[in-house]
């Protein structure tokens, strides 16, 4: 069973950091890319960041540029999401998915990932 978990919400003040991990089990996504998604209450699930499967193509959401860095490691099956100068319009559930299409480019579409985590929420305080 292909699962992703994704580890690292909190509650911060405007301003702060958090680092968000995703582990995948039951299969290597390696070769597949990855992104962070968000959904806050009442409103659609929006991207965040994107990376393909070798790590070296990154893409953001325009509110997310400067501030937040998108990462993997691959021998650890593994996707990060550093973010930092968190403002409270960040607060969201954040989730990690997956594409399922190898060698695949960094895709702000969501159908394009056939792969998702439960979500871990991040609310930030003014």
């Known amino acids: 069973q292909v699962q992703l978990v994704e580890s690292g919400g909190g509650l911060v003040q405007t301003g702060g950091s958090l680092r968000l991990s995703c582990t995948a089990s039951?299969?290597?996504?390696?070769?597949?890319?990855m992104g962070w998604f968000r959904q806050a209450p009442g409103k659609e699930r929006e991207f965040v960041a994107a990376?393909?499967?070798?790590?070296?193509?990154?893409s953001y959401g325009d509110s997310v540029k400067g501030r937040f860095t998108i990462s993997r490691d691959n021998a650890k099956n593994s996707l990060y999401l550093q973010m930092n100068s968190l403002k409270p319009e960040d607060t969201a559930v954040y989730y990690c998915?997956?594409?399922?299409?190898?060698?695949?480019?960094?895709?702000?579409?969501?159908?394009?990932?056939?792969?998702w985590g439960q979500g871990t929420q991040v609310t930030v305080s003014s």
């Open positions: 998915a997956a594409d399922q299409r190898p060698w695949s480019q960094p895709t702000t579409s969501r159908g394009s990932y056939s792969y």
């Open positions: 039951g299969r290597t996504f390696s070769s597949n890319g």
């Open positions: 990376i393909n499967w070798s790590g070296s193509s990154r």
